[in-house]
């Protein structure tokens, strides 16, 4: 297969040739898994997905034309799967799973359509939020992401020739193929690709997971990317995310029922999933306070994704509660996830091996790190922490504490009353840069 030339299709591109989002494939997994049971379980429900810049030092709205960024959104909302991708979704195992999705499910899915947006400039920032039922919602967050980020990295690149892109491309490539050598060089490791929603551009990605396929071999488990795993024929990977607790904690009517929305999600999803999917993200309200309550019967799931805790930390104390309620951490799996660099990599397999089983789920610094790469200075091109998130549901404030404060999301007021039920046990507030 050809390689595209990205330099001199990023200098080349117009709109009709390089639209950002080629297909509603082009989406993480769990994206899927989870739409799968909003749609069989909670079709009622309202959801009003919110953005939210972190690096709030970068004013988006100064970088991206407002134009060009409806133009994206707008072309988001024209595209349908495709009569091969309902095949591959419907046909294909996950997970050692086959027909993960329900053909009813299928069928709805294939005349779905992203809904409307509510997009306004406020301060040198983007106001984007969707709203409507949850099963149209949630499929708006990785697709907003991806056209944004790669908005700012257009924009950055327009003033560059043909030749300083030849430069800042080849510096990127030699650099992240310094990362998988060093991976390569660590037996047993376990790398998958996370890049989607912070990524510099779809082909920028799509380079990164081929280079991966090669470079690193078996080692190299998949992508959460559902377009890029359908056309590179890898495992699609991932499981949930912190969605589904903060919607279940907003429709809570008691402290009671809000204490136990986090088992609640996973009850549900246990209903639907099984095996490799018994995956607990743990940190929505604080992993602390999750394995406080946590009943017995999660800890015969197959594994943890710590997110927002330093890893080594973080996955201590999930062995120590492993070990506690009488399991083999050395059956379990690990899997870390969260603005993971190489020396990150590096540092917590060293610590880990022999111990669990860990997987690790590589994303924006894999996607997206062109520190120092640019010809001429500029920090246009570094990755910033951009997420979109739930905000309400069903009229409702949402919130997401997590291990981290700087990453926590949501009114004030409601953080707070949140906080009197979990608690603020182990929460660190760390410099959160992707």
Known sequence: MARTDIARRVYNHTWKLDPIVRSLLDTDFYKLLMLQMIWGMYPKVDAT???INRTTSVRLADEIDEGELREQLDHARTLRF???EMIWLGGNTFYGRKQ?????FLAWLEDFQLPNYELAK???QFELSFHGPWMYTTLWEIPALAIINELRSRAALRSFGPFALDVLYARAKAKMWDKTERLKALPGIRISDFGTRRRHSFLWQRWCVEALKEGIGDAFT???NVLLAMDNDLEALGTNAHELPMVFAALANSEEELREAPYKV?????????GNLLIVLPDTFGTAAFLRDAPDWIADWTGFRPDSAPPIEGGEKILSW???KGKDPRQKLLIFSDGLEVETIEEAYRHFKGKVRMSFGWGTNLTNDFEGCAPTETKSL???SLVCKVSEANGRPAVKLSDNPAKATGDEKEIKRYLKIFGEKDRVRQLVKV
């Open 49 to 51: 997905f919110t953005l």
């Open 82 to 84: 495709s009569k091969k």
């Open 100 to 104: 993960i999705f329900e053909p009813e």
């Open 122 to 124: 406020r301060d040198g």
């Open 222 to 224: 998949g992508t959460s």
């Open 266 to 274: 996973l009850q549900d999803w246990q209903r639907y999933y099984g």
């Open 322 to 324: 492993w070990r506690e």
């Open 382 to 384: 570094d990755a910033i």
